[in-house]
Every structure is written in structure tokens, then in C-alpha cells.
């Protein structure tokens, strides 16, 4: 506040002289004119326009240093000089850029009188750069960003606007801007602590750890005071560490559950469908709904290496264990694997390409076996939305003709923003399809096509609450060869569940899923719901 009334002091003092200047020339000019007729004089539009902008912007020197910058606290906490303010240098402000010059030569006069014109809108000021600062002391970060793009073309170059703009660039994710406006400062500077610390921040958030980590050991060899080179000494072990990171990624978890399934054959609640040319059948027990509690065991790994910068090689795993309690039958081992290749060629856009194979046992007997190609690219932004693309193609062989070989594909769009600073919501298209070879077992082939919509809710720092619907549409390639007729279904299901995370390592979650599977043909008409609570540990 103190330095905007000094600014408005100084602004009120030249526009007074230039009053004082304009009566000083105004009875001059009456003395000198007193013995000759006095004709209109006519001022250059252009000159006028020009002379009116130019007294809207005074020129003086001004200091807008700020006494910290304050970052957002998803990042590391910005470095400050002991003095808290940028007093290495005071720089002189420039006069807005215009594209017109001041006509100094004497004035003509005319024999006609002056035309009325409308007067010039007003250059960006001073004050818009006061406005920069005040945006920063208030963290409205987005605010003064777009506000420094306005007036980017008329105060490129003066240090205070650099440094401004470049802390507003900074904190709104522009990178690449921020670095620009700081290399120049340095450039022109090169012994400002502040701009060198500031650039090598700037290059840190863009990930160009090698040049950040130059500018912070230049810096701190220029044997800053003691907090600031804490906080440099945290940056350069920030930057090991993702070095480190960068070569070698991996994780690892596991987790158990408990729960109930009421439906774990998707088995028709009918005792009987009724059945061309032959008529009404009844349904033995295990072609009906079957219930059961089970127990599940789940585990999960990722390594990856990076060979070289934004180029890396991943591998993953997770397997699935479920056993229920009142029918073996339908006990399922579940085996992923996935093997690829990844390239980062910016920070918001990843693009991944591997084999992927899946090995299903039931009751402890093989059942199938898939193995595809996958191909995957993925957008991000800093806001939390993200964009991604899949595509998955490949073959099944199956050990029984319940599930025969087939050609398979699946395809998936998805995306994810954030509906509040603690909610986000999530929508999936997909379809597939299951191409089987065999004629006398094309009934078993398939296409389906999909939409998930579902959210998540932050409630406490340490509980999510997550909720899900999805429905999906499969129509089969031939007619049943039972009931002589396409099957058609129709599956809509919903989750709800939370999860508490109650440490780093580990999280407690419970989840209930309901569904229902619609068909024109009665057999495969189902409903199941399924709830479980369980631990998951993860390193």
C-alpha cells in the first residue's frame, strides 16, 4: 500500500509541472503574438494522441521487488534471500512501446480551425504493473498471468515486469515462459541472486534437472546466507533423487479381502427356461445362482528403467487369488503380465506400447489363456485433467468350448477432471469384440460396446469415497443353436465404495458392487451383488 501512494505522489507531481509547463508556454506565446492577428494553431492528431499517452505514463525510477515469493504448496517452498527483497539491483521502467513518434518541431498554423477527434485509448501504465505485484502478494497467480500477457508486448524487457511475469508464468505451470523471462534477467543480471534461484526453480518444475542443478550450484557458490543455501541444498537433493527415480521405478503391494457374492456362476435365479421344440426344461442346481462367501488375495508390482532421458522400459504384474467357501467350482487364479516400452516427450503427454498376457485357471484347471498387443497414449495436465487412448488386439485359446479360441479387441477412450479441489469425475467409452473362427461355435463370438461415468470424492485428507455406473450393450455373432436365436444383453452395474488410507503403506478399503444382466434369452438373465472389505499394503 506504501508504494502505491508513493507511486500516485510521483504521478500527481509531473502531471502538476506539466500544468505549470503548459501556463509558463500559454502566456509566452500571448506576448509574442500581441502584434500580429492571432490565427487557430493546429496541433498533429498523431502528436496529440501521442503527448496525451505519454502524460498518462510518467517515467521514474521504481522498485517492485517483493519480499517473497510464495509458491503453491504442492511445490517445494521457494527460495528468498536473507533480505527478503530484490535490493541487488534497481531498475528503471520503460515507457510503454508505441508505434507512434513525438513530433518535436514547432507547431504550423492554419487558417482553418482544429478538428475534434476522439482521444486515444490509454497504452498499458505503470499501475498495470503495480497490479502485477499485488497479484503476487495475493497469490492470484492466474489472474496476473493473463494480465501480464496483455501488456507483455509494451513491458517485454523491463526487469520488474520480467521478474513478475515470470513468477506469475511460474506458479501457473508455464514453464517454458517463466524460463525465458528469468534467463534474460540472468543474462542482463548475472549477480541477482533472486533471478538466478528463480530460473533454476523454473527449470526444476520443467524438468531440466541437469541446467537446474548448474544454476543452483552457481548460485550457491556465490556463498549465499544460511537459509537460502538450506533451501538450495534441498532443491540439488530433490534433483538427486529424481535422477535416481528416473533410472530405477519400482513398487510393489499386496492386499486381502473378505466378502460375500451372491451370484458367482452369474446363474439365472429361474428354476426352468422354456426351450424351442422342446419345451419347458428345469435347470440343475449349478446352472442356477450359486452364493458364497469368499476370501481373495491380490498382489501387484511395476519396475521401470530409463535408459535415457523420457525413454524408458516397464515392466508389470498383478495376480488375483479368489477362493470361495461353499463351492470350489468356481475358484479363479487370475496371472497379468505386461512387458513394453514408454517415451515422455513433454511432461503433459506419455505414449506406451507392449505384450500383454493373461493366464485364468478355474477351480485349479486351465481355462484360458490371452495374449495381446497394447498401445496407449495418455494427456495430462497440471490441473488434475487427463486424456487417454488404448487399443488392445490379440488372440484367446481356451482349454474348454465354453470359452473357445478367438481373435480379440478391445478399444477404450477415457477421461478424468476435476469437478472441485476435492472431487473428480471420470467417463469411459470402450468396445470390444471376440471373433470366434469356429462356425459351430460362432454363438460364442461377440461385440460389445461400453460407457463407465464414475467419481471421487475426497472427503478427509486420508478418506475417498468412490462411486461408479456402467452400462454396456453385447450382441453375439449367431444364433443360439438351444433357442435358435441371437442372444442380445444388456449389463448395468454400480459400485459404491471407500477407502481409508491410513498411512504411506498402508490402506483399509470396502466396496459394494450391484449389477444386472438383462438378455432376451431367460438363461442368461442374472443379478449379483458382491461386497468386500479388505488391506492393502504397498512399498
Known amino acids: 500500500m506504501e508504494r502505491t501512494l508513493r ?7 509531473l502531471a502538476c509541472l506539466c500544468i505549470s509547463h503548459g501556463s509558463i508556454a500559454a502566456e509566452i506565446s500571448e506576448q509574442s503574438e500581441s502584434a500580429q492577428p492571432k490565427e487557430p494553431v493546429i496541433q498533429p492528431v498523431e502528436d496529440q494522441a501521442v503527448q496525451e499517452s505519454n502524460a498518462a505514463a510518467p517515467q521514474e525510477t521504481v522498485n517492485t521487488s517483493k519480499e517473497k515469493v510464495v509458491t503453491p504448496e504442492s511445490k517445494p517452498e521457494p527460495i528468498t534471500l536473507a533480505t527478503d527483497k530484490l535490493t541487488e539491483t534497481q531498475v528503471e521502467t520503460k515507457t510503454p512501446k508505441t508505434d507512434k513518434t513525438i513530433n518535436t518541431t514547432p507547431t504550423k498554423q492554419a487558417t482553418t480551425p482544429a478538428p475534434k477527434v476522439a482521444a486515444a485509448p490509454a497504452a498499458p ?14 497469490k492470484n497467480y492466474q489472474q496476473g498471468y493473463e494480465l501480464a500477457q496483455k501488456i507483455l508486448p509494451h513491458w517485454e524487457g523491463d526487469s520488474t515486469f520480467d521478474f513478475l511475469y ?4 511460474i506458479e501457473t505451470g508455464h514453464y517454458d515462459e517463466a524460463t525465458f523471462a528469468f534467463e534474460r534477467l540472468t543474462l542482463l543480471n548475472p549477480k541477482t541472486l533472486r533471478y538466478r534461484l528463480e530460473l533454476a526453480r523454473a527449470l526444476y518444475f520443467n524438468n531440466n534437472l541437469d541446467t537446474a542443478k548448474t544454476e543452483f550450484e552457481i548460485a550457491l557458490a556465490g556463498n549465499p546466507p544460511e537459509n537460502v543455501k538450506t ?4 532443491f540439488l537433493k530433490r534433483i538427486q533423487k529424481s535422477k535416481e527415480k528416473a533410472t530405477h521405478n519400482w513398487a510393489a503391494g499386496a492386499g486381502i479381502n ?3 457374492d451372491s451370484n458367482i456362476n452369474s446363474g439365472t435365479e429361474e428354476d426352468g427356461v422354456e426351450i424351442p421344440n422342446i419345451g419347458f426344461v428345469s435347470l440343475q442346481e449349478e446352472a442356477q445362482s450359486l452364493s458364497s462367501s469368499f476370501s481373495q488375495f491380490n498382489t501387484q508390482g511395476i519396475y521401470s528403467y530409463s535408459h535415457k532421458k523420457h525413454h524408458s522400459l516397464d515392466i508389470s504384474f498383478n495376480t488375483t487369488h479368489k477362493r470361495n467357501d461353499e463351492v470350489s467350482t468356481y475358484d479363479l487364479d487370475v496371472i497379468n503380465l505386461f512387458g513394453g516400452y514408454s517415451w515422455q516427450p513433454s511432461r503433459s503427454i506419455r505414449v506406451q506400447g507392449g505384450l500383454t498376457n493373461t493366464n485364468v485357471k478355474l477351480d485349479g484347471e486351465a481355462y484360458q489363456n490371452q495374449s495381446a498387443i497394447s498401445a496407449m497414449a495418455l494427456y495430462t495436465r497440471k490441473n488434475g485433467f487427463s486424456f487417454s487412448a488404448n487399443v488392445n488386439a490379440g488372440s484367446r485359446t ?5 470359452a473357445p479360441d478367438a481373435d480379440i479387441s478391445l478399444y477404450s477412450l477415457s477421461m478424468i477432471w476435476p469437478s472441485s479441489n476435492i472431487k473428480s469425475t471420470n467417463l469411459s467409452l470402450y468396445s470390444g469384440s471376440d471373433d470366434v473362427n469356429k462356425a459351430d461355435l460362432a454363438h460364442f463370438g461377440k461385440e460389445t460396446l461400453g460407457i463407465h461415468f464414475g467419481t471421487k470424492l475426497l472427503i478427509t485428507q486420508s478418506i475417498v469415497r468412490s462411486m461408479l455406473i456402467s452400462v454396456n450393450s453385447t450382441e453375439y455373432q ?5 433357442f435358435q436365436e441371437v442372444r442380445k444383453d444388456t449389463a448395468i452395474m454400480g459400485s459404491w465404495g471407500y477407502a481409508w488410507n491410513a498411512s504411506k ?3 483399509v478399503s470396502s466396496n459394494l458392487i450391484v449389477s444386472h444382466n438383462a438378455s432376451n434369452l431367460d438363461l442368461f438373465t442374472s443379478y449379483r451383488a458382491i461386497f468386500n472389505t479388505g488391506l492393502s499394503v504397498n512399498f
Not at 515470470?166 to 508464468?169: D, K, R, Y
Not at 533451501?231 to 534441498?234: A, D, F
Open 125 to 138: 501504465s505503470l499501475f498495470d504493473v503495480i497490479a502485477l505485484e499485488d497479484h503476487v502478494n495475493n
Open 166 to 169: 515470470g513468477v506469475h508464468a
Open 505 to 507: 503403506y498402508i490402506s
Open 258 to 260: 473378505l466378502g460375500f
Open 478 to 482: 449367431a444364433a443360439d443353436p438351444n
Open 398 to 402: 481356451a482349454e474348454t468350448d465354453s
Open 7 to 13: 507511486y500516485l505522489i510521483t504521478a500527481l507531481t
Open 231 to 234: 533451501n538450495i541444498k534441498g
